[in-house]
Each structure stands twice: as C-alpha cells, then as structure tokens.
C-alpha cells in the first residue's frame, strides 16, 4: 500500500514540537503549526492574520528586524534567539531557524522554546560570581572589583574605601541554634550591608562570617570611618522574629568588628589595602573582646 507523503506533511508539521511558522513580507503570519499555543499561549487561529513582530519583545525589536532583513536577502539563520512575550506576559527566549523561499515570496522559521536552557545558563553565571546563601558578590568577583577601583582611582586620582567586617563570636550563634540560624544571621548581615550603600559600592562575603565593603570615590578618611559607625549601627538592630523564628527572638544580632582602609593613604594596591583593613578590624575585635 502506497503512501501520500505529502498528504501526510501538515498532520506532521502539527505533531512538531516545536513550532512552525510561515511569515510574509510585509511579517504577517499566513500559518503556524499548533505547538504556537506551548509557545506563545495563542492558538493558530489567534495569531494567523496578525503581524509576527507584535509578539516580540521590544527591546529585542531592532536586531529581530536586522536579521529578518538578512535572511530575505538570502542569509538563512540557524541560531539566531530573541524574546516574544507570552499571552500570560511573560518573556519567551526562542532559538530560530529561518529561511526565505524567493519563489513562494514567503518566510518560513522554527521556533525552539529555550527559555529553561537560558535561564539555566543565567544561573550559572550568577552562582560563579556570588555567593549562594547570601547572592553577595563572592570573593573572586570582589578582588576583580578591587582591582577595576584601584585602577579608576589611581586614573583620576580619586580615594575609596574598603571595610573588612567580621561577625563577633558568629561559631557560638551556629553551635548553640544550628546552622540553620547561622545562615538566617549570615544573610541578615549581608541584607542590611547592601542596604547601608550606593550602587555604585561592592559589599562581597568572603567566605564563613567575613565580609567587605569597596565605597567608591570617598573623600576623606573621616567620611569612610562615619559610614563603618553607621553601619554597624544598622547591623546591631535586634533581629525580627521573622528571620530566626518566633521561639529565637531572645538570641539577639551578634555584633560586628569592622576595619577600614581607604586607598591611597593605607595602601596602594589590593593586598596591602586588605591588610592594612584586615589588621584594623581584628583589633577591634580584641577590644570588644576585653
């Protein structure tokens, strides 16, 4: 028994799961298969007769209408991504195939959803750059921001600040309420530091209870020794119920010690500033703990 191969071909572009498209020159959508309603949230009869370029996201708008321009003139794309926006609102990242059959005067594409493979990819980005319990800036991504302020300040002559902040006493918090209380402090901590400063500053966790602070273009020694005192003033507000649990309350915020360098007077580059900033904070430290 003999087949019909091209009687068969619509039932199979429909059962694809991804999705087909079949665009005009003027971009109105003449067909598309009905995985379009996985994609987009429309179904076919929805979107056929409505222009493509509606459902793109706008900041992609531009650089989709450059590529469209390409493959009309004969470039077939086979990667190229961009971002529609969901019926439900939502941001849809598509990788496309493309390409314009001349005779037929049309565009042809196959739409491939890879938002989760995107924002996978973001993940990793942001988990090789920022610590994971706190999402501060992580210690490689702090040293790279140093380096970027010693060269700006070096480049316009300006000062800047480095504080390095230690949470007092932080191993009896973890023995005696467990590391689950630990964190809840840990990421309290990093709260209120992101808090206490500008976009323009770095607040990193270096690791265990250590933290530190790039203020950028500060003008004096003073200015950056008022903002540590404001900051650990911010930081010894009692803890919310809310953040420990309600039976924890009576815990209390451990206090902190926090040393401060400013560039260029403490030092000149990177290790020396830490240093200097390291040597202040635990002498601090001592004080508290006489």
């Not at 690791?207 to 903002?227: R, W, Y």
Request: with cysteine; aromatic share 6%.
């Amino acid at each position: 028994m003999s087949v019909d191969l091209q009687a068969l071909s619509p039932k199979l572009v429909h059962l694809m799961l991804d999705t087909v498209f079949v665009v005009d020159a003027d971009h109105q959508i003449l067909f598309v298969s009905d995985a379009c309603e996985s994609l987009l949230g429309y179904r076919a009869d929805e979107l056929v007769g409505s222009l493509i370029t509606r459902y793109m996201h706008p900041e992609d708008l531009a650089e989709t209408k450059a590529s469209i321009k390409r493959v009309m003139n004969g470039q077939p794309h086979l990667d190229f991504r961009n971002r529609y926006l969901h019926k439900n609102g939502s941001v849809v990242h598509v990788l496309w195939s493309a390409r314009w059959l001349d005779e037929e005067q049309v565009r042809i594409g196959v739409a491939r959803d890879v938002t989760a493979q995107v924002q996978a990819e973001d993940d990793l980005r942001f988990l090789a750059h920022h610590d994971p319990l706190t999402k501060l800036t992580n210690r490689s991504l702090f040293y790279d921001r140093l380096e970027s302020s010693l060269s700006t300040a070096r480049r316009y002559q300006n000062r800047f600040a480095l504080l390095f902040l230690d949470v007092n006493d932080f191993k009896r918090v973890n023995d005696v309420h467990g590391h689950a209380v630990g964190d809840a402090v840990l990421c309290e901590v990093a709260r209120r530091l992101s808090g206490c400063v500008r976009e323009t500053d770095t607040v990193a966790r270096m690791g265990g209870d250590e933290f530190t602070v790039i203020l950028t273009d500060v003008h004096s020694k003073e200015a950056a020794i008022e903002k540590a005192a404001q900051i650990l003033e911010v930081l010894s507000e009692p803890l919310a119920a809310e953040i420990v649990g309600a039976d924890m309350r009576d815990i209390g915020m451990p206090s902190c010690s926090v040393g401060v360098a400013i560039y260029p007077e403490d030092g000149k580059d990177a290790d020396t500033l830490l240093n200097y900033a390291d040597v202040k904070m635990y002498r601090m430290k001592r004080r508290r703990a006489r």
